[in-house]
């Protein structure tokens, strides 16, 4: 076993973190917590360890200094970052120490965990050897990339940082390519991609290539340079690297390319693109490389019918079978007095089945069987009529509401509760420790039996039901994004447009004009 130290001043913040993640599975033990750096560094005096994660501002001594000492002990110290002080000093000061991550509260799960895998991976394989980055460089680097995709890093703090971690914010062209690993085994093997391809890539001419590590499935490959005439040249590249990955890895991959942009700044466009075309490598064969077609997408919004998907969504919510019944009913008929380019039809059933099996995946969690998903798609794909597109996805539709009435029927009555509370009290400061408190029980405990009951955490499920309403208000009323924020329960507009862009793909103002 590993062993881990965590400080942090906020003892709720450590007692979670101990049940955050399934620290045995990782071959790691909590073998020491305190609250400040220097109870930390005294138990690390006599005692050897291999992850050190700690918070920074604490009294007595911060988290800064204590790595700075503890690293002088232990030059090879693993050391991870938690904190809720994002500032760009600060973390240039944290990555130039040596650490693995510096992870923003509230800590991401999925993150914290893949960043402990990767520490796994190397304390394994005791890797000492050279990086294709420098690496005081690659945590900033994947933290920017990640936000400059998203779109939710300012235009004048990318400029700021675009020297230091050398962005093509002056090359002629930007792209991004969505390289989805279709059967993925480990985190380890999707790293072991990426490096393989940047490797590869430093003798493309022309163009310059980033790598960013998306989740546990996609990489995304950010191409920048002279890249208006040589489209063809990128892609067959990228299609031999395939075939190269795959005949000595095994695994199959789905390349999707945004829309080229000639404004580096407008490279969170060219990704938004490239999500869209990668959700048809549920159809398409694996090793295709597609790329963005305005006509493909843009254009079937005027050809093919579409169906109110937020009102799909209430239906399969709320459990009502008539109203999912007469959603498809109606598409159907639609699509039959218009005529559309079966092709365009194919294509937006894609896209929606799509949606229906991520929705699918966040309600019902581990219950979401993604193999059933595949199997209804390769079924629409091969459906002949529009009434075979339709039965098809009602029943989908159906069975997904069905499962998620069984899994409230058999809830634990303190969970049903409170998801009962949070669904009519969503406006409400509401936490995990208020609900202990009101039901007099432990709040590790009570928020492990709500992940375990309903497969989300509390803060997600919360946030769930209040983007369902914020997005309902957009569209039925007129309110400002700032009186939607407040009336779901954000006391900040600026961390409700942020969780809002992430949940939904873009900003509450965007999708209100591009749904109504």
Not at 127 to 136: A, Q
Not at 243 to 248: A, D, N, Y
Not at 267 to 291: F, H, I, T
Request: hydrophobic share 40%.
């Amino acid at each position: 076993m590993y062993k881990v130290v965590i400080v942090d001043d906020e003892p709720i913040i450590r007692a979670g973190l101990r049940e955050l993640l399934p620290w045995e599975e990782l071959g790691m033990q909590i073998v020491f917590e305190a609250e400040n750096g220097a109870a930390a560094l005294d138990y690390l005096h006599t005692h050897r360890v291999e992850i050190l994660i700690t918070d920074i501002r604490m009294e007595v001594m911060d988290g800064l200094e204590l790595i700075r000492q503890a690293k002088a002990l232990y030059p090879q110290l693993h050391c991870v970052i938690l904190t809720g002080f994002d500032d760009f000093a600060y973390t240039k000061a944290a990555i130039r120490l040596g650490i693995e991550n510096y992870i923003l509260k509230p800590v991401d799960e999925k993150e914290l965990l893949e960043t402990l895998s990767g520490i796994e991976n190397k304390l394994m394989q005791e890797e000492k050897g050279e990086t294709v980055l420098d690496r005081e460089k690659q945590v900033i680097l994947q933290s920017v990339l990640t936000r400059w995709l998203s779109g939710s890093i300012e235009e004048s703090a990318l400029r700021h940082r675009a020297n230091f971690l050398d962005l093509p914010l002056n090359d002629a062209y930007v792209q991004a390519c969505v390289l989805r690993l279709l059967d993925i085994r480990s985190i380890a093997e999707r790293q072991a991609v990426g490096m393989e391809i940047i490797r590869t890539w430093q003798t493309a001419e022309n163009v310059r290539m980033r790598v960013c590590w998306e989740n546990g499935r996609d990489l995304v490959l950010v191409f920048s340079g002279e890249l208006a005439g040589c489209g063809k040249q990128l892609h067959e590249q990228l299609r031999q690297l395939m075939r190269s990955i795959e005949q000595k890895r095994r695994i199959k991959l789905f390349a999707a390319f945004g829309s080229l942009q000639d404004d580096p700044l407008r490279l969170n466009q060219s990704y938004q693109d490239a999500r869209r075309v990668a959700e048809l490598s549920l159809v398409l064969p694996a090793g295709s490389v597609m790329e963005y077609r305005k006509q493909y997408f843009d254009g079937e919004s005027e050809l093919v019918p579409r169906i109110d998907f937020e009102k799909l969504e209430a239906a399969i919510y709320e459990g009502n079978s008539e109203e999912i019944i007469s959603i498809w009913s109606s598409w159907k008929q639609r699509v039959s007095a218009a005529t559309p380019n079966p092709q365009l039809v194919r294509s937006y059933v894609a896209e929606t089945m799509c949606r229906l099996i991520v929705l699918r995946s966040d309600m019902l969690s581990a219950e979401a069987d993604e193999w059933e998903g595949r199997s209804v798609l390769e079924s629409l794909y091969a459906a002949g009529t529009s009434a075979e597109l339709t039965a098809e996805l009602e029943r989908y539709s159906l069975s997904f509401a069905e499962r998620l009435r069984q899994r409230r029927s058999t809830i634990n009555p303190s969970v049903r509760r409170m998801v009962e509370i949070v669904e009519k009290q969503y406006s409400r400061e509401l936490t995990i420790r208020g609900m202990a408190e009101q039901f007099n029980a432990n709040p590790v405990y009570l928020g492990r039996l709500f992940k375990e009951e309903t497969g989300q955490s509390f803060t997600a499920f919360l946030n769930q039901v209040r983007i369902r309403e914020a997005k309902r208000q957009l569209l039925e009323t007129d309110k400002t994004v700032a009186a939607i924020a407040s009336s779901v329960g954000y006391l900040s507009q600026g961390y409700f447009t942020n969780l809002f862009k992430k949940s939904v793909g873009c900003f509450p103002r965007e999708y209100r004009l591009r749904r109504r």
